[in-house]
């Protein structure tokens, strides 16, 4: 592998740094993410087991397979592979929506090539736009299979395109990649992740509102019979309800009818981007995506999207700081929320709380000096025991949502802490 000297920044994500290089001996560009530190045997024998798995499916042509892993001299981590283009979610954020075909094609390949990973044993875990990538060809491909890693080195969750289970309980399995494949596809049709992110909101309002709220329908004119359906179906917030397999999805979408007299094989390049409306920029973006061809030129042009998600954070400063009292969240349609003083037993903590809404979904999120913090989903509930270390200083809010507005309470600590948002 290079030195970090010769290669060039692409990215900083939540749990890794991308960075491109020129391979002297080949002249190919090639990326390679860098994790911030060793990972440990049984890490190691894991990532081994995916990557043999991977390496498996290489006919297939639509899966990003790392070329090399392994430690780094300065005491980090590196993964080498193919360096693409760019993401999915550089495209649609560039030129908007792809068109319903483009849709179909891209569903097909990335459906099918989760079912021959999910047959060799592999879940990807991480299905997200940015995950998406696109040869200097057009063709697309799959990155950043697996869970050894995503174990090793947690990163801030991409919330929008997370399944429940896995935000509530870090599940990753078949079924959560499933509802991956449904958040990509409700992305490229709208231009917007399930989530519908709104503007200010944080991480917390968010992933409350993900949680406690239905998906809003695709609104979009010319949409296949059943593909709206399917996509719904993708994203149900019970895994039993979702498709029985990748298999079935991909056979439904190659069965979806589009706009075009012919399907693409498996893996083919996907030119045409965008509505079916925007055909004056269809040349530009075609040319975008096949005109970068020389690896100088994949280094000076090529960006890796790495979706960042960094919450604010509810810290507990030390006990001679002043008091910094939170105003709560305010909305077109204002909500009293109020915690009630936390009642310190000890081993835990009893919180209660009141507010003047109906049918609002709580979360608890709890900050301990020198802890990371921590977020507890408790749906309806007014009450909640957390445990905590004796002795420790914390502080606790309490945060709601109609899934339309949030609203929060104040802050409020135990054992003198000071608490702040």
Same mark, same amino acid.
């Given at each position: 592998?290079?030195?970090?000297?010769?290669?060039?920044?692409?990215?900083?994500?939540?749990?890794?740094?991308?960075?491109?290089?020129?391979?002297?001996?080949?002249?190919?560009?090639?990326?390679?993410?860098?994790?911030?530190?060793?990972?440990?045997?049984?890490?190691?024998?894991?990532?081994?087991?995916?990557?043999?798995?991977?390496?498996?499916?290489?006919?297939?042509?639509?899966?990003?397979?790392?070329?090399?892993?392994?430690?780094?001299?300065?005491?980090?981590?590196?993964?080498?592979?193919?360096?693409?283009?760019?993401?999915?979610?550089?495209?649609?954020?560039?030129?908007?929506?792809?068109?319903?075909?483009?849709?179909?094609?891209?569903?097909?390949?990335?459906?099918?090539?989760?079912?021959?990973?999910?047959?060799?044993?592999?879940?990807?875990?991480?299905?997200?736009?940015?995950?998406?990538?696109?040869?200097?060809?057009?063709?697309?491909?799959?990155?950043?299979?697996?869970?050894?890693?995503?174990?090793?080195?947690?990163?801030?969750?991409?919330?929008?395109?997370?399944?429940?289970?896995?935000?509530?309980?870090?599940?990753?399995?078949?079924?959560?990649?499933?509802?991956?494949?449904?958040?990509?596809?409700?992305?490229?049709?709208?231009?917007?992740?399930?989530?519908?992110?709104?503007?200010?909101?944080?991480?917390?309002?968010?992933?409350?509102?993900?949680?406690?709220?239905?998906?809003?329908?695709?609104?979009?004119?010319?949409?296949?019979?059943?593909?709206?359906?399917?996509?719904?179906?993708?994203?149900?917030?019970?895994?039993?309800?979702?498709? *029985?397999?990748?298999?079935?999805?991909?056979?439904?979408?190659?069965?979806?009818?589009?706009?075009?007299?012919?399907?693409?094989?498996?893996?083919?390049? *996907?030119?045409?981007?965008?509505?079916?409306?925007?055909?004056?920029?269809?040349?530009?973006?075609?040319?975008? *995506?096949?005109?970068?061809?020389?690896?100088?030129?994949?280094?000076?042009?090529?960006?890796?999207?790495?979706?960042?998600?960094?919450?604010?954070?509810?810290?507990?400063?030390?006990?001679?700081?002043?008091?910094?009292?939170?105003?709560?969240?305010?909305?077109?349609?204002?909500?009293?929320?109020?915690?009630?003083?936390?009642?310190?037993?000890?081993?835990?903590?009893?919180?209660?709380?009141?507010?003047?809404?109906?049918?609002?979904?709580?979360?608890?999120?709890?900050?301990?000096?020198?802890?990371?913090?921590?977020?507890?989903?408790?749906?309806?509930?007014?009450?909640?025991?957390?445990?905590?270390?004796?002795?420790?200083?914390?502080?606790?809010?309490?945060?709601?949502?109609?899934?339309?507005?949030?609203?929060?309470?104040?802050?409020?600590? *135990?054992?003198?802490?000071?608490?702040?948002?």
């Amino acid at each position: 592998m290079m030195e970090d000297d010769e290669l060039v920044p692409l990215g900083e994500g939540p749990a890794a740094t991308v960075l491109a290089g020129m391979d002297e001996t080949t002249g190919e560009a090639f990326a390679l993410k860098v994790y911030p530190g060793r990972v440990d045997r049984r890490t190691r024998a894991e990532l081994d087991k995916e990557l043999s798995a991977l390496n498996s499916l290489s006919e297939l042509g639509t899966v990003l397979i790392p070329t090399e892993a392994k430690d780094l001299p300065d005491g980090r981590f590196g993964v080498r592979m193919e360096l693409c283009t760019q993401s999915l979610a550089e495209l649609v954020g560039a030129f908007g929506p792809l068109s319903v075909q483009d849709v179909l094609s891209l569903g097909e390949a990335l459906a099918t090539t989760l079912a021959a990973a999910h047959q060799a044993g592999v879940v990807h875990g991480g299905m997200t736009p940015g995950n998406v990538l696109f040869r200097a060809s057009g063709a697309p491909v799959l990155a950043d299979f697996g869970l050894a890693l995503r174990q090793s080195f947690p990163g801030d969750p991409a919330v929008g395109f997370l399944a429940p289970e896995t935000i509530t309980e870090g599940v990753r399995d078949e079924r959560t990649d499933l509802y991956g494949l449904g958040a990509l596809l409700y992305f490229a049709l709208t231009g917007r992740s399930p989530a519908r992110e709104e503007p200010g909101e944080t991480a917390d309002e968010l992933t409350l509102r993900v949680l406690s709220g239905p998906v809003p329908p695709i609104d979009r004119p010319g949409l296949p019979a059943g593909l709206g359906p399917l996509v719904a179906s993708l994203l149900a917030r019970d895994p039993g309800a979702r498709p *029985i397999d990748a298999t079935l999805v991909a056979t439904r979408l190659g069965a979806t009818p589009g706009v075009a007299a012919t399907p693409r094989p498996l893996g083919a390049p *996907i030119l045409d981007y965008g509505p079916e409306h925007a055909k004056s920029h269809r040349k530009g973006k075609t040319r975008l *995506i096949v005109g970068v061809a020389a690896g100088a030129v994949l280094l000076a042009a090529a960006a890796v999207f790495v979706l960042r998600n960094r919450p604010r954070e509810l810290a507990v400063p030390p006990a001679s700081a002043e008091p910094v009292t939170s105003v709560p969240t305010t909305t077109a349609d204002p909500v009293r929320l109020d915690l009630a003083d936390p009642v310190d037993n000890g081993d835990y903590v009893q919180l209660s709380w009141r507010s003047t809404g109906s049918t609002l979904h709580y979360a608890v999120i709890v900050a301990g000096l020198d802890l990371p913090r921590k977020t507890h989903y408790v749906e309806s509930g007014t009450t909640y025991r957390v445990d905590v270390q004796p002795g420790r200083q914390y502080c606790f809010v309490v945060q709601a949502t109609d899934s339309v507005h949030s609203y929060e309470s104040e802050s409020k600590g *135990i054992r003198g802490a000071r608490c702040v948002r």
